[in-house]
């Protein structure tokens, strides 16, 4: 049947205007200008992927609830902003503001206004408020000085460190009365160290002692671990050793509910102390400590050979109380409980015994969280396995990635100083990896099969199976959460186990099916006599891991351990963390731009060229190879492992405190101990060298003795001294004394050519070839070689912070 014919059939095709072709090589923006109806075309493909973003957000908004989730996230930033500021921000203006911003968001939303932007945006100052309301309220004032005084206080805390030659304890000490403060400038707690086997004293024990008293120690480095600011966000605000000077006082009345709560955690602490006691009796070895960190959370016993190897092989995981354990305790508990009621018929046909288990397991779980020190991984783990358990006794459904934000919220509220520490971030990071890659997972396999139905191969088929997809899903999980905590181990701790998921598949089985279960079964046994054949089983599961850990540690090249920490690339990487698991459909492909950027941050990171120490006693420079180098003393001290962590450099694996010869220093770096000396008076290091640009023909000078000033100051271009300078001293380029390192601490140097690029000039270089100048003498510093100039990076802010003592 043929088709009627249409009168615009008819007309003559070839008047109609050609259309315009554009080429995927070049586009014609002029022939774009003069077709309108390409803008229109352009502007509907655009509308288009705005309605598939708008569409996916929706879903994503709906199916995990994604505005909450990334409120949550904000929320952390903004907690963790309080920490990095220069200055320290007012606690009542900050509220003032969180009130408006909410009050405001509130009012929009009742309009029916957008008010995403908006709650980002509360987020992030509610954050900060928190952070402020913690340190404004929760904290502790900070020794200014050193001094020996009397101090009087309450034991809170007891852990042992050292070794059986030379032993040491750790206590952790509530402060009553310092003879040399004013009440009002008395830390409320103190960490002192007690050298040697001397009189034992149980917790919660009023004692007098006499202390050498020290501020908190401030950051080794810029952006380094700051010791200080974690202590003092623990209420505590001094450090010290003790003397052989201890006295017990009568115990002091306490009163009211203040008193009833230290009463409970001294009680606590006996008790953990007691447990890890009994533990240590029956495991024998190395068990023995690794069986206590695991039971109690105490790692006081754990050999230091032991912490490494599982460190280096991957497996420090365990050693963090956190999800695995917690699962594993309630599930256990849950799971035993009910296969217990379901034997008795009356119970399991007219009685929710689900409910009872799912009761009995949340107590368990809590009794964990009590006795095992309640560290931030565990008080998350718990969170979410309440919240789990919780729904069961509903009979709610349980959203995980949900209850992972609520947890979030709840622990930046009341410990918001987590948020800047490796525990919480890498917590939450893995946690939320799992769940984002499993739901994945899920979804990819309901899809294909259309439903989990259990296989009819037999049972013994299905056993193989079940088994495999058991191992299958450990080196999965291995995997991810590895993938996961990659940036954080980097950005924390400077070091990577490659070999992490071979550890994993050998113990995690053993841990999960032996050590734990058999733990659990010896609490329950005790009441009989019965617990010391599980403690068999559980101290043969520890010294297989133990075996696996020191086997695995072993392989490859040390240089594969530590890696070199490379700027500030942490947000972006964490960033990218959060855009993939929060979406699930294609927004989650977003994540690879800030992933990019975290990468391109981390591999072009300027290195320093010069680390100055706090005291300014000792200081480290490049050598010819790139590599630190230092000069002003013989030891592997504990600040300069971690300048060498932080490069990358695998000599800070060694063992600190031991002397180096001055023939490992010459065969270490032949060209520094050519152009370093040291006397009584000072030490000098020329030339400098540039990580980037080679040797810089400048020279550096330790002064030591005032008389050496004058010399030295006519020859070198750097100075550092732990005495006042001289106003006479005008000759060198940068001068750091006495009251420049009180002011801004340890300090990193780092030595410019006058055309040398920043980031993008690098990167323009590296890939396009394309080469800036910049004028060296307007970039030259005073005095010396006009074709180098140098930059200061401080580790102290500018600022005041209450974690800081006051500085002169």
Known sequence: MERASHPADSTDRSDRPAMLRVHSDTYDWQGLADNPGLWKRFAFRLEALWQVIEKNWQDDCSAQNARFLWVAVFMGFGAALYYILPDEPSFWGLLVASGGLCGWAYHRARKGLVVFPLLLVTAVVVGVCAASEHGYFSTSPVLANSFSSPVVGRLVRVEHRGSAKSPQQRWTVAVETIEKLRPERTPKRLLLIRRGAGKSFRVGARLKMWAHLTPLQQPVYPGGFDYGRYLWSRSIGGQGYLSNSIERLPEKARSGW??????????????????????????????????????????????????????????????????????????????????LLALLPQLSLHYPIKQWAAGMALFCAAAYLVFSGASVATIRAFCMTAIFLVAILAGRPAVTMHNLGIVMVLLILMQPYGVVEAGMQMSFAATAALIASYDRLTRLRLGKSGALDPSEHGFFVDSALHAGRWILGIGLTSLIASLAVLPLSVAHFQQMAPFGLVTNLLAMPVISLVVMPMGLVSVFMTPFGLQSWPLQLAEWGLDWVISMATMVSHWGDADYLVVKAGGDYLPFALVALAVYTIHRKWLSWLAIVPLSLAIVIWWFAPQPDIWISQQGTRIASRDGQGHWQRTGGRRMTLDYRSVLRADGDARALGNAGKEETKETALSASPVLAQTSACDKQACFVTPLYSATAGLGGMSLAIVNKASAFAEECALRDIIVSRLPVPQSCKGPRIIIGADRLAQSGAQFLYLHKGDEQGLFGRLKQYYFDIVETVDTEAASGQGGNPQWWIEANAALPVGKRPWMPERR
């Not at 009463?263 to 447990?275: G, K, L, N």
């Open 258 to 339: 203040h008193g009833v709560l230290h009463d409970m955690r001294d009680s606590i602490e006996r008790t953990r102390q007691a447990v890890a006691a009994y533990i240590l009796h029956r495991v024998h070895g190395k068990a023995g400590g690794l069986a206590v960190a695991l039971a109690v959370g105490k790692r006081d016993f754990l050999a230091d050979d032991v912490e490494t190897a599982l460190r280096r092989s991957g497996l420090a995981h365990i050693l963090a109380i956190s999800g695995l354990h917690m699962v594993l305790v309630a599930m256990a508990v849950f799971w035993g409980v009910r296969g």
